[in-house]
C-alpha cells in the first residue's frame, strides 16, 4: 500500500491537502462574516476595526505558538488535541448565539474583543493550527519532509478560494443568517478531522523529536522580517490604490489575493522560474512606484494602477521565495517556521492598520515599506547574513544610482505642470535601474535602490498644504489653490485624491461642489426652508462643513461625523468657516451614523442628509433595507432622507429605490453639475415640490440588506 506521502503517476490532493485547504478557508471567509453580522450594531468607528484586525492577528498568532509548544512538547500532544477538541465543539454550540449588542454604557471595542474571543476564539485557534500539526503528522506517517511543505500552498488556496468567493457568491447567494448557522458545525467537524489525522500513533517518529528546533533569533529574524514586509506591503499598497488612484469596490481584493497567489507558488516546484523572474524585478519595480508617488499624477491611472500590483506580485514572490528557501528541512524545525512567519505578519499588519495612523501624519508607510523590500534583497535569503561587498561594479553603479537620484529630485518639480515630464521620469527610472540590475551585485543593488524611494518621504508635502491630518480613515489634506474657480483662492479637503469640499475665500459663505445651489441637494434645501421655517436637520457625514451654507437663523442642526479629525478640520476657521459662520444651532456627535442615529426618539429631524461616502468607498451597512427604515424612523411627518449618491463607480440609486419601496416608501432622485442625490420620503406629496424641480422616480433594483449585499450588482 502505497505511504500518502509517496510519488504517483498521476497526483490527487491528499485527505491532509485538502482538509487544511478547508480549514484555511473557514478561518478566512469567518472574517468578513463576523464583520458582516456585527457591523450594524457597532458601527465603522476606527476603535471597532481596530478591535477586530488586533483579536484574528492574536487568535492566529496564538495557534502558531500552540501548535509549535505541541510539536516540542510530545507528552503534551494527546491532552492538548483533546483540550482543543473540546473547547472547539463548545464553541461551535454556543458561536453566535450569546451574540447580542453592546449596552449604552459599554464600551464597544472591549465588548468586540470580548464577544470575538470568546464566541469565535477557540474555534478559530484550533482551525489555524491545522497546517502545521498536520506537516508534522504527515512526515510522521511516511511522507517526503518536501511534499509536506506543499501544505503552505494548500492553506493559501483555501485562503483566496475564501477571498473570491465570499463577496461575488457566498454572501450574495446565502446571506450571513444561513453562513453562521453552518459555519459553527462545519469548523467542528474539521477540527475533529485534524486531530484524529494529528493524534501521535505509537510508530510515532522519535527521531523527529530529539532534534534541535530553531534557533532564535539568529535563525528566525530574517523570516520574521520578510514575512512582516510581505503582509504590510500588500496592505499598505491596498490603502494607497484605494484611496488614491481608483477607490473601486471590491478593488482591495486584488492585492491580497497576489499576496496569497506568491505564497502558493513560492511552494510549487514548478514556478521556481517565475519566483526568479519576480525577484529580478524587484528593484526596477520598486523604482519606477517610487516616481509614481513622487509625481502624484492623476494620468494614466489604468498604467498606475498595473504597476502598482506588478510590483506587490513581484515583492511578494520574493519575500515568499525567500521564506520557502528559509523552510527547514527536518521535520522537527518545521513549527519554528510557522510560527516565525506568524509573528511576522502579525508585525506587518498590525504595523500598517493599527500603528501607522496613530505614528505618522501621512501615508508615508508605502515608502518605509519599499524601503525595506529593496533593502532586504541584500540579506542572502538562506544564510540571513550581507551579500559581500562588491568590487569595481559598485563605481559604476553609485553613479548610475546618484544620477537616477538626481534625475528624480529635479524632474519632480515639473511633473505637476506636465503629464509628458511625468511618463519621461518614469522612463529615466525605469532603464537607469535596468542597468543597475544588469551589474549585479544584490547587496549594493538594494542599498541602491532604497536610498532611490526615500525621496518620497521628504518630496510627499505639496506647497499647497496647509493642513494634514493621519487618522484611521485615512489621511484628510487641506489644500490652498490660487485662482481656480474664477473667484480667486480657495481652501479644499481632500481624502486620498477625492475632493470632500471646497470653499472660495471671496465668496465663504457659498455652498460649492456638490452641493452648490445649482445641485439637487441645493433645490432640497430651498424647498425645505420653504416648508418649514425653522427645521430640524440632521447630517451623517461633516466634510467642509459646506451644508451648513444653507442653515439660517433658527435651525437646528445635528451633525454626526465617524472621523474627529474631520470635525476639528471643519471647525477650525483657519481652514473653513462654514461650522465657524453658521447662525443655526449646532449640535455635533462624533461616532457612527446608523449607531448614533438608533438612539435619537423618533421623528426628530425634518430632513435626514446621509452624506457619508469616505475617499468614494460604500458605506454598505448605511444603504441597507435596515438603515433606512431607521432613518425614516427619525423623520417627522412629512420628513425627507437625501442620500449623496455621486460615484464613478457604483449606481447606488436601484439600492435606494428598492430599500424604500421594501418599508412602503418612495425614492426619487437627480442630478445636476455632476451632484447626484437620491431622496427618499413615505408620501408622494412629500415630494411633489421636488418633482417640480426635475426630480424621477429612482430605479429599482435588489435592496441590500444587514443578510445580504449584491454588490457586484451595483458595479458600473
Same mark, same amino acid.
Given at each position: 500500500m502505497r505511504p500518502e506521502g509517496a510519488p504517483a503517476a498521476r497526483r490527487r490532493?491528499?485527505?491532509?491537502?485538502?482538509?487544511?485547504?478547508?480549514?484555511?478557508?473557514?478561518?478566512? @471567509? +469567518?472574517?468578513?462574516?463576523?464583520?458582516? &453580522?456585527?457591523?450594524?450594531?457597532? *458601527? /465603522?468607528? #476606527?476603535?471597532?476595526?481596530?478591535?477586530?484586525?488586533?483579536v484574528f492577528q492574536t487568535l492566529y498568532l496564538l495557534a502558531q505558538a500552540l501548535a509549535h509548544t505541541l510539536a516540542r512538547r510530545p507528552a503534551w500532544r494527546r491532552p492538548g488535541l483533546v483540550v482543543l477538541l473540546g473547547l472547539a465543539i463548545a464553541n461551535a454550540v454556543f458561536t453566535w448565539r450569546t451574540w447580542g449588542a453592546p449596552g449604552a454604557q459599554d464600551d464597544p471595542a472591549l465588548w468586540l474583543v470580548g464577544t470575538l474571543a470568546l464566541g469565535l476564539g477557540p474555534l478559530v485557534t484550533a482551525? @489555524? +493550527?491545522?497546517?502545521?500539526?498536520?506537516? &508534522?503528522?504527515?512526515?510522521?506517517? *511516511? /511522507?517526503? #519532509?518536501?511534499?509536506?511543505?506543499?501544505?503552505?500552498?494548500?492553506?493559501?488556496?483555501?485562503?483566496?478560494?475564501?477571498?473570491?468567493l465570499y463577496p461575488t457568491l457566498l454572501e450574495p447567494a446565502f446571506g450571513v443568517r444561513a453562513l453562521v448557522s453552518v459555519w459553527g458545525p462545519l469548523a467542528a467537524v474539521v477540527v475533529a478531522c485534524v486531530a484524529v489525522?494529528?493524534?501521535?500513533?505509537?510508530?510515532?517518529?522519535?527521531?523527529?523529536?530529539?532534534?534541535?528546533?530553531?534557533r532564535w533569533p539568529r535563525e528566525t529574524w530574517g523570516l520574521v522580517l520578510r514575512a512582516a514586509l510581505a503582509s504590510g506591503l500588500f496592505l499598505a499598497v491596498t490603502a494607497h490604490i484605494t484611496t488614491d488612484l481608483a477607490p473601486v469596490p471590491l478593488l482591495w481584493v486584488v492585492p491580497l489575493g497576489l499576496f496569497l497567489l506568491a505564497s502558493i507558488l513560492a511552494f510549487v516546484p514548478r514556478a521556481e522560474g517565475l519566483v526568479t523572474l519576480a525577484g529580478r524585478s524587484v528593484v526596477p519595480l520598486a523604482v519606477v512606484v517610487a516616481g509614481l508617488l513622487l509625481a502624484e499624477r492623476t494620468e494614466w491611472m489604468p498604467v498606475q494602477l498595473l504597476v502598482f500590483l506588478a510590483f506587490v506580485l513581484a515583492?511578494?514572490?520574493?519575500?515568499?521565495?525567500?521564506?520557502?528557501?528559509?523552510?527547514?528541512?527536518?521535520?522537527?524545525?518545521?513549527?519554528?517556521?510557522?510560527?516565525?512567519?506568524?509573528?511576522?505578519?502579525?508585525?506587518?499588519?498590525?504595523?500598517?492598520?493599527?500603528?501607522?495612523?496613530?505614528?505618522?501624519?501621512?501615508?508615508?508607510?508605502?515608502?518605509?515599506?519599499?524601503?525595506?523590500?529593496?533593502?532586504?534583497?541584500?540579506?542572502?535569503?538562506?544564510?540571513?547574513?550581507?551579500?559581500?561587498?562588491?568590487?569595481?561594479?559598485?563605481?559604476?553603479?553609485?553613479?548610475?544610482?546618484?544620477a537616477l537620484v538626481i534625475t528624480l529630485f529635479e524632474a519632480t518639480a515639473s511633473l505637476r505642470a506636465e503629464s509628458v515630464g511625468f511618463l519621461l521620469l518614469v522612463v529615466l527610472a525605469t532603464v537607469a535601474t535596468l542597468l543597475l540590475w544588469l551589474a549585479g551585485r544584490p547587496a549594493l543593488l538594494g542599498g541602491l535602490a532604497a536610498l532611490l524611494v526615500l525621496p518620497t518621504l521628504a518630496?510627499?508635502?505639496?506647497?499647497?498644504?496647509?493642513?494634514?491630518?493621519r487618522t484611521f480613515f485615512g489621511t484628510h489634506t487641506v489644500?490652498?489653490?490660487?485662482?481656480?474657480?474664477?473667484?480667486?483662492?480657495?481652501?479644499?479637503?481632500?481624502?486620498?485624491?477625492?475632493?470632500?469640499?471646497?470653499?472660495?475665500?471671496?465668496?465663504?459663505?457659498?455652498?460649492?461642489?456638490?452641493?452648490g445651489r445649482a445641485t439637487p441637494i441645493g433645490d432640497v434645501m430651498e424647498d425645505l426652508a420653504a416648508r418649514a421655517p425653522t427645521p430640524r436637520v440632521g447630517i451623517v457625514g461633516l466634510g467642509a462643513g459646506t451644508l451648513?451654507?444653507?442653515?439660517?437663523?433658527?435651525?437646528?442642526?445635528?451633525?454626526?461625523?465617524?472621523?474627529?479629525?474631520?470635525?476639528?478640520?471643519?471647525?477650525?476657521?483657519k481652514l473653513f468657516t462654514f461650522v465657524h459662520d453658521t447662525k443655526a444651532a449646532v449640535t455635533t456627535t462624533v461616532g457612527d451614523g446608523r449607531r448614533e442615529l438608533e438612539h435619537l426618539p423618533a421623528g426628530s429631524f425634518d430632513l435626514l442628509v446621509v452624506d457619508a461616502f469616505s475617499s468614494d468607498a460604500v458605506p454598505v451597512h448605511l444603504l441597507t433595507r435596515e438603515a433606512v427604515q431607521g432613518d425614516l424612523r427619525v423623520l417627522a411627518d412629512g420628513g425627507l432622507a437625501a442620500f449623496h449618491v455621486s460615484s464613478q463607480y457604483v449606481d447606488l440609486v436601484p439600492v435606494l429605490g428598492a430599500a424604500a419601496r421594501a418599508d412602503g416608501a418612495l425614492a426619487v432622485t437627480k442630478t445636476a453639475n455632476g451632484s447626484h442625490w437620491v431622496v427618499v420620503a413615505r408620501r408622494d406629496e412629500d415630494v411633489a415640490a421636488l418633482r417640480a424641480r426635475g426630480f424621477e422616480d429612482a430605479a429599482v433594483g435588489r435592496a441590500w440588506t444587514d443578510d445580504r449585499v449584491h454588490l457586484l450588482d451595483a458595479l458600473r
Open positions: 490532493p491528499t485527505r491532509t491537502e485538502l482538509l487544511v485547504a478547508l480549514a484555511a478557508f473557514l478561518v478566512f @471567509a +469567518v472574517q468578513p462574516l463576523a464583520g458582516r &453580522r456585527l457591523l450594524p450594531r457597532l *458601527g /465603522g468607528t #476606527p476603535a471597532v476595526w481596530a478591535a477586530s484586525l488586533v482551525l @489555524a +493550527v491545522t497546517t502545521p500539526l498536520l506537516h &508534522r503528522a504527515f512526515v510522521e506517517r *511516511g /511522507g517526503a #519532509p518536501e511534499r509536506a511543505w506543499r501544505l503552505v500552498a494548500w492553506g493559501s488556496a483555501g485562503s483566496l478560494a475564501a477571498l473570491l489525522m494529528a493524534w501521535p500513533r505509537a510508530r510515532a517518529s522519535a527521531p523527529i523529536e530529539r532534534e534541535p528546533g530553531l515583492a511578494s514572490l520574493d519575500l515568499w521565495g525567500a521564506l520557502a528557501r528559509r523552510r527547514p528541512d527536518d521535520p522537527a524545525r518545521a513549527t519554528g517556521w510557522y510560527l516565525a512567519t506568524a509573528i511576522g505578519g502579525a508585525l506587518g499588519g498590525l504595523g500598517v492598520g493599527l500603528l501607522a495612523p496613530w505614528c505618522l501624519n501621512g501615508p508615508y508607510e508605502l515608502p518605509l515599506l519599499l524601503f525595506g523590500v529593496v533593502a532586504v534583497r541584500g540579506i542572502h535569503p538562506t544564510t540571513g547574513v550581507m551579500a559581500p561587498r562588491p568590487a569595481w561594479p559598485a563605481v559604476l553603479k553609485l553613479v548610475l544610482g546618484a518630496l510627499h508635502e505639496d506647497f499647497d498644504v496647509v493642513a494634514r491630518e489644500l490652498a489653490v490660487d485662482g481656480s474657480y474664477d473667484e480667486g483662492g480657495h481652501h479644499r479637503l481632500l481624502h486620498g485624491r477625492t475632493i470632500h469640499g471646497v470653499q472660495l475665500e471671496r465668496k465663504p459663505g457659498l455652498p460649492t461642489l456638490y452641493y451648513l451654507a444653507y442653515a439660517r437663523e433658527g435651525w437646528s442642526v445635528r451633525v454626526i461625523e465617524i472621523d474627529e479629525a474631520v470635525v476639528r478640520i471643519a471647525s477650525d476657521p
